[in-house]
């Protein structure tokens, strides 16, 4: 007598197709990533302190609003400064649009923030604030997560009062 070798089958999980040619099918797919922030740790470990770091050149001065590890006009390698938690709105935008982790906050203003003396910009939320509300030379806020994930969107800013 022949045996009846079959694999079961869930009618649950089913695949979606999204095209036939050339085929392009829906796979969910999960792992856990581990990986290093090596020479920007000093950025994340601030912002899990309530500080904002960046860096600066010794050599030619260049101060950075997002920290590099060398200067990008001279090659040097650079230095840790703590940046002030207030500063100015040099532009924004406001989307509509946003990936997963944003999708629920939608729509949401990001801000370029600027510092006297510092050559170069800084990306970050703003919050607590209309659309028509929102100024070039607006003076922000800097505040930080309680509870620190270790991501950029740990630091968020806010009108300055």
């Not at 792992?31 to 309530?50: C, K, M, V």
Request: aromatic share 16%; glycine share 8%; with cysteine.
């Amino acid at each position: 007598m022949a045996k009846n070798y079959k694999l079961p089958e869930s009618e649950q999980s089913g695949t979606i197709v999204f095209n036939l040619d050339p085929l392009i099918i829906k796979h969910h797919y999960e792992i856990d990533y581990i990986h290093s922030y090596a020479q920007d740790t000093p950025f994340f470990r601030g912002l899990s302190e309530g500080k904002l770091l960046s860096t600066y050149c010794p050599n030619c001065g260049y101060k950075y609003g997002t920290p590099r590890a060398h200067c990008m006009h001279c090659g040097k390698p650079t230095e840790w400064f703590e940046l002030p938690k207030e500063g100015y709105v040099h532009t924004y935008t406001t989307c509509y649009y946003g990936s997963e982790e944003f999708l629920k906050e939608t729509p949401f203003h990001l801000i370029l923030v600027e510092w006297p003396g510092v050559d170069t910009f800084f990306l970050g939320r703003l919050i607590g604030v209309e659309p028509g509300e929102i100024k070039i030379g607006m003076k922000v806020r800097a505040k930080f997560k309680r509870l620190s994930q270790f991501k950029p969107t740990d630091v968020y800013f806010v009108p300055a009062e």
